[in-house]
Each structure stands twice: as structure tokens, then as C-alpha cells.
């Protein structure tokens, strides 16, 4: 099945760092969703985004939905070591009850 | 309250067995999702459910794959004569309408599946 394209596949941070990761699409969805999956858990939903151009934040989180609707950007500030996970991005074509198409992931490992 | 659990956590077979996988959605959420994860990839949609009736099929990889879901609550997904290649982790996810339309999908821990 369909995957979106995810960069970077893997980050090496300092605590502190700020980290930016970005998600493409082929094609267009209406709703953007960021997930953080920590090990042996499924996602758990970070941010919803569903207009295009929306910059919305979630605490030391922002993430933007782009004005193309085939891509999405999240920013974490000042990481701490809770951060440490994979991220996930999703894309939804319509607002409602339908699937989600994922991205590869991004792995965040905080170095000592 | 209680969120999406699955069982079993963990399920080993032998390459040709079936294997049942069961998910218990969050009491009340109308739609149920399976999502498959291999290692280090993202979730592969395979089936939705609203009610017990299943608008979306679309990604079931094959006919050995089959789910239901009774009583608007509990679903069962069925992998006949299991292959290595179907080792992953399937995860279950449920949701419902909230406000302003939303429908936020609450993911289960998944159940990891190997194939010998």
C-alpha cells in the first residue's frame, strides 16, 4: 500500500536541540495528522491539522500543514528525553471516518 | 476509562496455521481500523468497520485474509495458512464522532505476529 515520504528516516539530537522532520505526499489530503509511537505501544495522536496553510502548536510542538496539501512539517522546541520515539505522519483524504495513509517514520534518539 | 486492547500480545506459529487476532474497540466508538506494521515501517491500512459492516476492504493483501466485527464491538481478524512474509505487528484502532466532526483514531497496543 501507499506510504508518504518521511525525512529525515532517523535523528541523533542533544537534549535541549530543537528537531524538524517533514512528510510529502504524491497526492492530496484534506486532513494531516502527526502520531508518536513509543516501543511495544500503538500511535498515540500528537496534532490534527485540516486546512490547508494551518500552523497549529501543542505545547512545545508546532506542526503546519502546507498550502499544496501534499505535505506537513512538525517541529519540536527544546527537546527533553520523553521526546525519544518514532514519529509518524498521516494523511486523511476526507474529514470523516476513513483510513489513514502513513509515512515511514522518523526515529528521535536523544544523545547522553 | 479503558482504551483499544488486543490479544494476544504475542502470537508465534508455524508457517500454514491460521491465526486468530481480536480486538475490543473503546466501548461506545462505531469505527474500528486494522493497520498492518512491519518492522520499521509505518502502518499499512487493511480494513475499516462502521457498525459491523465493512465500507473499506481496500487493503486486505490477500483472500487468507478475512475480518469481522459482531454486535457493533469486538472484531476478529483472520489470517488462514499463515506465511512468513505476513510476520508483523497488526494494530487495531477505534474512534467516533467528536466535536466539530472529528474523528480522532485511538490505536491499541498491537499484536505481534510471527511466522516460522
Known amino acids: 500500500g501507499q506510504q508518504l515520504n518521511q525525512s529525515p528516516q532517523s535523528m541523533f539530537i542533544q537534549e535541549g536541540e530543537d528537531v524538524s522532520m517533514n512528510c510529502t505526499s504524491s497526492s492530496i489530503f484534506n486532513t494531516w495528522l502527526w502520531y508518536k509511537q513509543d516501543p511495544g505501544e500503538g500511535p498515540v495522536l500528537l496534532i490534527a491539522l485540516y486546512k490547508a496553510g494551518e500552523l497549529t502548536s501543542n505545547g512545545r510542538l508546532t506542526a503546519q500543514f502546507g498550502i499544496t496539501r501534499k505535505d506537513s512539517f512538525l517541529n519540536i522546541s527544546a527537546s527533553i528525553p520523553s521526546d525519544v520515539g518514532i514519529y509518524f505522519c498521516?494523511?486523511?483524504?476526507?474529514?470523516?471516518?476513513?483510513?489513514?495513509?502513513f509515512g515511514t517514520g522518523t526515529r528521535l534518539t536523544i544523545i547522553p | 476509562g479503558a482504551g483499544v486492547s488486543q490479544s494476544p500480545s504475542n502470537k508465534v506459529t508455524e508457517k500454514g496455521k491460521d491465526v486468530e487476532l481480536r480486538c475490543d474497540p473503546i466501548s461506545g466508538h462505531t469505527a474500528l481500523y486494522w493497520y498492518r506494521q512491519s518492522l520499521g515501517q509505518g502502518l499499512e491500512f487493511l480494513i475499516y468497520f462502521q457498525g459491523n459492516s465493512a465500507p473499506d476492504k481496500s487493503g486486505l493483501p490477500s483472500d487468507r485474509f478475512s475480518a469481522e466485527r459482531t454486535g457493533g464491538s469486538v472484531s476478529t481478524l483472520t489470517i488462514q495458512r499463515t506465511q512468513q512474509e505476513d510476520s508483523a505487528v497488526y494494530l487495531c484502532?477505534?474512534?467516533?464522532?467528536?466535536?466539530?466532526?472529528?474523528?480522532?483514531?485511538?490505536f491499541g497496543p498491537g499484536t505481534r505476529l510471527t511466522v516460522l
Open positions: 498521516a494523511g486523511r483524504l476526507n474529514f470523516g471516518n476513513e483510513k489513514l495513509t
Open positions: 484502532a477505534s474512534s467516533t464522532p467528536q466535536g466539530q466532526g472529528e474523528y480522532t483514531q485511538y
